[in-house]
């Protein structure tokens, strides 16, 4: 990973890698812990992920998203994150076909995890019919599931929204015991 980049989203001066914990990414808008890439003359800090997105990826297998620089335009309805359920309020992964939208950063989630709610067996990233949460009783699409066992659980049930959309650990200030703690363990 390099450690100073020219970004699109921030011409006038490099960005630099740093690692300070906690922040807010400029570019989804997104709360952030960890490797961040930051302009210190202008306060501006990109997600790593934000700040190193292909223009192009595919989601689950079945969405082929085109990275979006922006929020949608202020005549189109405000999107929403279909991972996390948040507010997109900045730069963006979109499926133009069918709309689906994702931040940068829940893009990356993991295809399995164990979670302490169901530690039977792991538990698998998976859309389909609503089925209702093992943790808050709501219904979800997207959804960690044990096909096995019927049991459900939202991304954001399993992983939590504290640091970043999905509380997804990227460095090296998420300490060993802060993982104990963790709701969820990503494989």
């Not at 934000?50 to 998203?65: I, K, N, S, V």
């Not at 507010?87 to 995890?113: E, K």
């Not at 399993?158 to 969820?184: F, M, Y």
Request: charged share 20%; hydrophobic share 35%; glycine share 8%.
């Amino acid at each position: 990973m390099p450690t100073t980049i020219q970004h699109d989203a921030h011409r006038p001066h490099r960005l630099v890698l740093r690692s300070f914990c906690k922040f807010i990414c400029d570019g989804c808008e997104c709360n952030g812990a960890g490797p961040r890439y930051r302009c210190d003359a202008c306060d501006f800090d990109l997600h790593e992920l934000c700040a190193t997105a292909p223009p192009t990826a595919l989601f689950a297998g079945q969405h082929p998203l085109a990275f979006e620089a922006a929020a949608a335009p202020a005549d189109e309805p405000r999107r929403r994150c279909r991972i996390c359920d948040t507010p997109i309020l900045g730069m963006h992964y979109r499926c133009r076909p069918c709309g689906f939208a994702v931040h940068p950063v829940c893009s990356q989630l993991p295809g399995a995890a164990v979670s302490p709610l169901h530690p039977e067996h792991l538990v698998m990233l998976t859309v389909g019919a609503p089925g209702m949460c093992a943790a808050c009783g709501a219904g979800c699409v997207w959804r960690y599931r044990c096909g096995v066992c019927d049991f459900n659980l939202h991304p954001k049930c399993l992983l939590g929204i504290e640091e970043t959309p999905l509380n997804i650990p990227k460095s090296s200030c998420v300490h060993q015991d802060d993982l104990a703690r963790a709701p969820g363990r990503l494989v």
